[in-house]
């Protein structure tokens, strides 16, 4: 056992921790620094090549950005509630990415991609506050200006067709219902003819007539007044939900001196307040309707004028027309319970005086009032299918324009651009450092003692640049005196390559003669023993001295309590085989011979394994290049290489 291995409380041997390094450090800093100048050059010239890459083959991106605010569509009598806020606006922008659009987007802009690659172009996003924002990115800005704004227009355009269709499809439900009431008011009035006829009723008192057409308008007014309440109920359960689904508040983009968008919100906010007591069809409604129209057109022309804007926070205005709208249509529910109580009240009390006449002209009454309430109804029918006609001939898409897009003044910031222009010197850069490695390391030598040490998985007692300088050899020795000196036993040297065997020879030879010349001072090794004699000298005294004797023998005779020097000897057989085994078993320790620049890490590896031993194994380190000369000459727990010792 190694007496310089450590080991565990329990006894067994601690694992040891493997020595150096499979490639020495020093070893690929000399590579570059060697290439320095080759390594610069290649990274400034590859900087300008990708730096002209990134210019020339990377166009800018122009990205630019519109802004629409959904108001909503404002409801009108006899046609269906539209959907809610969000609904809606869910809806138009799904619709966009359609077949039919996306056509129609690449026939303005010249475009003739397939419509994926397409849709991929532009986005189209919106928030809480139903602002929409229509982002475009090409390489040239007024280009991608001219794109959002088709974006926007092609937007507005299918949503203005698509309230046409729901304005007139609710105008041609309104037709067929009609055309209903048209046919029951023949049959009513052919009904109340032919009583008249078959009783002989051809003329009525002035009090008879009036009686009569007052109960039968006061029935018409009831159920026309019933059904007012229904329609009203009905609105005000679709506000709720409106009311439901949009936010309080809303970010908005205002210039700071636009007088003309602070009158058009005055306008906006009498409208709402005038809609919840006025008939839709009302001329103060219609002509505030006209000037916000006229104002609203106004004040989209000018939104890009370059005035100073200033985002702001406020009351949702859809939000407070639907408030405005709700409060109003409750207030006209409320009253219209109380007016149809009223019509109630009296339609009984008529009837009552109706039946003091005879029961004839009861009959009549009740024929007469059916033609009545069918002809109030078909004239209200016709003013609702009136209003659709118009409100389709002129429909509102429900958006207000808060800014169309415009040509950036510079592209956009490219991380493609850095990426190409760093990537492409820094890829060339360590390209080129793995080409010098690969050609550095790519037969797998050994050159220095770091190396040898981790791939001979054992310690490096010494380094020299013997035999490449012959006066090294002299170096070397001295420099092993302070461990040789205190070390016993027998010494096996081996070289890895056969070739080098000779080394070993010369090294033994020069290890015992270097003994002899230089460890003892003055005199010969037979000279008589100084004053005193050898016994009082300390231990490692008496060793070194008894070390000078040529085989030790005469080390006993003088001096019988010093230990047997160190005895190194030379392997002269095969590379491989038992007798190398044994040879190495035998031994004390084991010196294996590597030649820098000339072993390769797996002869090396092989020959620890040939010596059939895994302790007491050193290894010196020789023809070391100049170059690594400086560098730490020993490496690895080389104390306990010196210390084992066969008992």
């Given amino acids: 056992m190694d007496a310089g291995q450590p080991q565990l409380e329990s006894g067994e041997p601690a694992r040891r921790k493997k020595p150096g390094t499979p490639v020495d450090p020093a070893r690929i800093l000399r590579v570059l620094l060697q290439r320095k100048w080759l390594l610069l050059g290649v990274f400034v010239g590859a900087g300008a090549v990708g730096i002209a890459v990134a210019k020339l083959a990377i166009k800018n991106t122009y990205t630019t950005q519109a802004l629409l605010r959904y108001e909503g569509i404002p409801p009108i009598e006899g046609a269906p509630a539209p959907p809610g806020a969000t609904q809606q606006l869910g809806a138009a922008v799904q619709s966009l990415f359609t077949d039919e659009p996306l056509s129609e987007i690449a026939r303005r802009m010249g475009l003739s991609i397939p419509r994926p690659v397409l849709q991929q172009l532009f986005q189209v996003a919106f928030d809480n506050d139903q602002v929409v924002r229509v982002t475009t990115s090409t390489e040239d800005g007024s280009e991608s200006a001219r794109f959002a704004n088709t974006v926007v227009d092609v937007l507005l355009e299918r949503q203005l067709a698509a309230e046409s269709r729901r304005l007139e499809d609710a105008a041609t439900a309104v037709e067929a219902r009609i055309t209903d009431v048209e046919q029951q008011l023949t049959r009513a009035r052919a009904a109340y003819d032919e009583f008249r006829n078959a009783q002989g009723i051809t003329n009525l008192t002035t009090e008879q007539e009036a009686a009569i057409e007052e109960a039968a308008q006061l029935r018409a007014d009831r159920d026309q007044a019933t059904s007012n309440i229904s329609a009203l109920e009905a609105r005000i359960e679709q506000l709720r939900r409106d009311l439901r689904s949009t936010p309080r508040t809303s970010g908005s983009v205002v210039t700071s001196t636009s007088r003309e968008e602070l009158q058009l919100a005055e306008l906006r906010a009498q409208l709402a307040a005038r809609q919840g007591s006025l008939a839709p069809d009302h001329p103060q409604i219609l002509a505030l309707q006209e000037q916000i129209n006229r104002l609203q057109q106004h004040v989209s022309q000018t939104a890009s004028d370059g005035r100073p804007r200033t985002a702001t926070s406020q009351t949702s205005t859809l939000y407070e027309s639907i408030m405005g709208s709700l409060s109003a249509a409750e207030a006209e529910l409320s009253a219209a319970r109380q007016q149809q109580a009223s019509l109630t009240r009296l339609a009984s009390e008529a009837q009552e005086r109706l039946a003091r006449f005879t029961t004839i002209e009861g009959d009549a009454s009740r024929l007469l009032g059916d033609v009545r309430r069918n002809e109030g109804f078909l004239e209200e029918l016709r003013a609702q299918h009136g209003r659709l006609i118009d409100a389709s001939r002129n429909p509102s898409h429900g958006f207000t324009i808060i800014s169309r897009a415009a040509p950036p003044e510079l592209p956009d910031p490219s991380k493609k651009k850095r990426l190409v222009a760093a ?124 070390l000078v004797l040529d085989q030790g023998t005469r080390a006993h005779e003088v001096f019988p309590e010093a230990p047997p020097p160190l005895q190194a000897e030379a392997w002269e057989g095969g590379d491989h085989g038992p007798a190398l085994r044994r040879a190495a078993r035998l031994a004390d320790r084991v010196c294996v011979l590597v030649m820098a620049d000339e072993t390769s890490a797996l002869e090396l590896r092989a020959m620890v394994t040939k010596l059939g031993r895994s302790d007491g194994i050193g290894f010196l380190v020789l023809g070391v290049p100049e170059a690594y000369a400086s560098a730490p000459d020993r490496v690895g727990p080389i104390d306990g290489f010196w210390r084992a010792f066969a008992t």
């Fill in 423 to 546: 990537g492409v010197p820094i890829g060339a850069l360590v390209l080129l450092i793995v080409v010098l490695l690969v050609m550095e390391l790519r037969s797998l030598r050994i050159v220095t003692p770091k190396e040898a040490a981790w791939w001979g998985n054992g310690p490096v007692v010494g380094a020299s640049t013997w035999p490449r300088q012959t006066e090294a050899l002299d170096e070397l020795i001295a420099d092993l005196d302070d461990q040789i000196l205190k070390a016993q036993g027998t010494m096996l040297v081996v070289s890895v390559t056969p070739e080098r065997s000779e080394l070993a020879r010369t090294f033994c030879q020069r290890l015992g003669r270097d003994w002899v010349d230089t460890t003892v001072v003055g005199g010969s090794p037979f000279d008589e023993a100084p004053p005193g004699g050898y016994p009082s000298l300390p231990p490692d005294t008496r060793a070194a001295h008894a």
